[in-house]
């Protein structure tokens, strides 16, 4: 319940802080911020998708493997 609470805190300050006619008014900087970060964490991703790929092709072959042993057996 408590977690509950404080995401609606956390989420209402958001928005709160990007209003444009907000006392805040921090639209601009995290319009900047996203946009300097998109790049990083696409980089991110395709660098997780690489290794998760190699993971996949890995296990294939070894499945492969044992399934020709088991079909020798």
Do not use: H, R, Y
């Amino acid at each position: 319940m408590v977690s509950i609470i404080l995401g609606l805190v956390f989420i209402a300050f958001t928005v709160f802080a990007v209003l444009p006619m907000g006392p805040l008014a921090w639209g601009a900087e995290v319009i900047a911020f996203l946009k300097g970060g998109a790049p990083v964490l696409a980089a991110l991703i395709g660098l997780i998708c690489l290794f998760i790929g190699a993971a996949d092709i890995k296990d294939k072959k070894e499945a492969k493997k044992e399934d020709a042993a088991k079909n020798e057996q």
